[in-house]
Every structure is written in structure tokens, then in C-alpha cells.
């Protein structure tokens, strides 16, 4: 069972990724309206993306300096500002491409914000034993939200006008600050720092870049992001149209994501349950070695079944690597620090998906499509090598014992201070504590292909 608090959380989550997926395809469809500019439509969904670049740092060590619900409330009420301002723009008939990019880019930063402070909440409001369960949820939510929710309804409401395409995900992000507020209590670290924030984020930088297991990890979901970047970008050429390899209509392209969508949340579902089996190290390994095989696969079988039953199985080893990751994170790494660390690893994998997309389309230009695919699978299988000299079972485990012992020596000073450990574990989440005394709770990111979701 996950407490008051998660499903407050989950729940908020929910609102705002079925917006989510409204705003990504419904801004680019009401782009094409305004111009004919491949350029022009490209800087829309660049100014989304463009504050990951640039604000992920900040945004990570504001998450380990305030109220990280507080940020997740504010962040979101100013996306549903944003976006109801053009819809208005939109129903006056005042709708112009750079109102639509300043709304895009605002909504953007506030993306940040609330998606970094959303992972750095979690391990607040659930139990570290349990974060595996909460993530695979979060996970599963969202893949729903985004992918078989939002995309979908973002294409009805495209046809009835700009206003009500805008204004539907304002109105559902507005839902989503106003249910965080049912997350009773304060979700900060107990001693926030007070240094100029240049400092803490050279601190989050070096911590991570410090620790061996972190660095690994980032470094190869970044590779990951590159690898499945590149491929996934000229993939379509592959499958789709008369002259593709395998002949699919737009329209089985659409179900072919969606069953990659339908593996993904099936994988955040089970994976805690494999962690638990065979270990987490075991469960990463074994999860990014077969999707890089699986890459293989349309190259070798270029079916529409087998190319079905490959999406699958790609979106429940993402998801189960995702979860992975990501809960491995939030156990190693200290609440105070768990912002700035998110943040970077992050920036780590945003960043390197538009240079995979680059060498993708450059390769494909020269070497043609096969060389991209094999070229990205091979990437993929090697990286998992590379990766399990540095985080194996030993390492991890070790992390966690010192993370674990980090952690018992902050409640043993906070209780000679007269804080209970309670108090102390819960971030001061009176809700929290409660069901946690009483055992009615228990306690637990940029693409499906990647190493880690948003």
C-alpha cells in the first residue's frame, strides 16, 4: 500500500501528463496552421525543450533549497497561465507563431521545474524499500497520460480550434497545482543551504561526477538517449510509406507506438517485481542488453509482426531500466543533494538527444538507414559492457549501505537536537508520519526508448 501523500502525487502526475501530450502535438499542429516554415515549425517544439539546456541545473538546486511540492504547485499553475493566455490570444483571434513559441517556452521552464522537483518529492512521501513500486506507478501514469490519452484527444481538439486545443491542458494543469495542494505538510530539506546558488549547483556537478556508481549511471543513459535518439529518428522512413522497407500506413505507424506505449507501462508495472527477484543490477543489465538486441530486429525481420511484437518488448525493457535507474538514484543519493544530482543527470540525457538525432540523420544520408540501426544497436550492447565493470552488485550495494549510514547519523543528530526521527524521515510531513507510525503506508523521468524517462 503507498500512502495519502503518493496518490496525491500520482494523481497530480496524471493531470498533468494527459496535458503533457495535448500540449506537445497539439502546439505542433496549430504550428503548421500559422506557417509553412519547416524551420519556423521546428523552433516550436525547440522552445519547449530549450529550458532543459539551460535551466536544469537551477531548477535542481531551487528543488533542494525550497518546498519541493510548493515548486510543483507554482510551476504548474504557471503552464496553465501560459497556455490559457494563447488560448485567449487564440479565441480573440489574436493567435501569432511568436505568441505560440513564448507560450511553448514558458511552459517549457515550468516543465523543469515541476519535473525535477517531482523526482527529488518522491523518495518524501513513500519509503525507500518501496520506491521501485512508486516509480514503476509514476511511470505507468504517465506513459498512459502522455501516450494514449494526451496524443490522441490533442488530435480531436485540433480540429475544433487553437483556443480549446490550448485551453483544455491550462485547464487540466490548473487541476493538477490544485490537487498537489492535498499534499498535506512541507516537503523540504532540513537545513537548506544559504550559499549563492552558482555554488550549490558546482556542489550537485561534482557529487555526481564523484561518485562512481551516479557517474556511470548518467553517463549511460546518456549514451543510451544518444544511441536510441539517432535511431528512432529516421525510423519512420524504415516502415512507413511505399517506398519503406516494410510499407506501413501512418495509421499502423500510430498503432505500432502504441505498442510501444502498451509494453512500457506493462514493464513499470513489473519491475519491481523482477528488481526483487533477481536484484537491481541484474534487472539493468539484463533489461539494456536485450533492448539493444531487440534494436537489431527490424534489420533482420522486417515484418510488421515482428516489427509489432519488438515495440513491445522494447517498451517493457525501457521501463524496467527506467525505474531502475531512476529508484536507484533516489536511494544513494541524500535528500539535501537529490535535486541537483536529478537535475544534472538529466541534463546529461536531454543533451544528448538532439546530437543523436544530428548523427542519425547525417548517417542515414550517408550510409543509408541499416547502417543507423545497426550502428545504434551496437552502441547500445557495448555500453551495457562497459557499464556493468562500474555498477555492479558489490558497488551498488556498498552506495546504498553508506547512503543508508548518511542517513542514520542525520536522525541520530536530529534526535539529540529533539527532532523525532519520524519527523526527521518524512521531511516534516505530518501526513506522512502518521500512517507511517501506524503501518497503513509504505514507502517507495526523454524518450520511451531511452535510459531514463522525463
Do not use: K
Not at 72 to 97: E, F, K, P, Q, Y
Not at 307 to 319: D, R
Request: hydrophobic residues 55%; contains cysteine.
Amino acid at each position: 500500500m503507498t500512502g495519502r501523500p503518493f496518490r496525491w502525487l500520482m494523481t497530480a502526475s496524471g493531470l498533468s501528463n494527459v496535458a503533457d501530450g495535448i500540449t506537445v502535438v497539439g502546439v505542433s499542429l496549430i504550428a503548421v496552421t500559422l506557417t509553412r516554415s519547416p524551420v519556423l515549425v521546428s523552433l516550436v517544439s525547440a522552445a519547449a525543450t530549450l529550458p532543459w539546456l539551460l535551466l536544469a541545473l537551477h531548477a535542481g538546486a531551487l528543488a533542494d533549497r525550497h518546498d519541493r511540492r510548493r515548486i510543483m504547485v507554482a510551476a504548474n499553475a504557471l503552464r496553465a497561465a501560459a497556455l490559457a493566455g494563447a488560448a485567449l490570444a487564440a479565441w480573440l483571434g489574436l493567435l501569432s507563431l511568436p505568441v505560440l513559441l513564448a507560450g511553448a517556452l514558458l511552459a517549457g521552464v515550468a516543465e523543469v521545474l515541476a519535473d525535477t522537483s517531482a523526482q527529488s518529492v518522491l523518495p518524501m512521501a513513500v519509503p525507500r524499500e518501496r520506491l521501485g513500486e512508486a516509480n514503476g506507478r509514476l511511470i505507468a501514469v504517465q506513459t498512459v497520460g502522455n501516450n494514449f490519452l494526451g496524443a490522441p484527444v490533442a488530435g480531436v481538439l485540433a480540429g475544433i480550434g487553437a483556443a480549446v486545443t490550448l485551453g483544455t491542458p491550462a485547464l487540466l494543469y490548473a487541476a493538477a497545482a490544485l490537487t498537489l495542494l492535498g499534499m498535506r505538510g512541507r516537503f523540504r530539506v532540513e537545513t537548506p543551504s544559504t550559499r549563492p546558488l552558482r555554488a550549490d549547483i558546482a556542489e550537485g556537478l561534482r557529487y555526481l561526477w564523484g561518485h562512481r556508481v551516479l557517474r556511470s549511471l548518467a553517463l549511460f543513459s546518456g549514451v543510451l538517449n544518444f544511441a536510441n535518439t539517432a535511431y528512432f529518428a529516421v525510423f519512420v522512413l524504415w516502415v512507413v510509406g511505399e517506398e519503406s522497407r516494410v510499407g506501413l500506413t501512418s495509421a499502423g505507424y500510430g498503432v505500432l507506438t502504441a505498442a510501444l506505449a502498451a509494453g512500457a507501462v506493462a514493464g513499470s508495472l513489473v519491475a519491481d517485481r523482477l528488481t526483487r527477484r533477481a536484484g537491481q543490477v541484474r534487472t539493468l543489465i539484463a533489461g539494456d542488453l536485450v533492448g539493444g538486441i531487440l534494436l537489431f530486429m527490424p534489420v533482420l525481420v522486417p515484418t510488421v509482426p515482428g516489427i509489432a511484437v519488438t515495440a513491445v518488448l522494447l517498451g517493457v525493457t525501457s521501463a524496467v531500466v527506467n525505474v531502475v535507474i531512476v529508484s536507484l538514484r533516489q536511494r544513494i543519493v541524500p535528500e539535501a543533494m537529490l535535486g541537483r544530482v536529478n537535475a544534472t543527470a538529466r541534463l546529461i540525457g536531454m543533451g544528448a538527444t538532439p546530437l543523436g538525432a544530428a548523427a542519425g540523420g547525417f548517417l542515414a544520408d550517408r550510409a543509408g538507414l541499416p547502417a543507423v540501426f545497426c550502428a545504434a544497436a551496437a552502441l547500445c550492447v557495448v555500453s551495457v559492457a562497459v557499464v556493468s565493470r562500474s555498477v555492479a552488485t558489490a558497488s551498488v550495494a556498498a552506495a546504498e549501505a553508506a547512503a543508508r549510514t548518511e542517513e542514520e547519523a542525520r536522525t541520530a543528530e536530529a534526535r539529540t537536537d529533539g527532532i523525532g526521527a519520524d519527523e526527521v524521515r518524512a521531511g516534516n510531513t505530518r501526513a506522512a508520519g502518521d500512517h507511517a507510525r501506524t503501518g497503513e503506508t509504505a514507502r517507495p523521468a526523454e524518450t520511451a526508448q531511452a535510459g531514463e524517462t522525463d
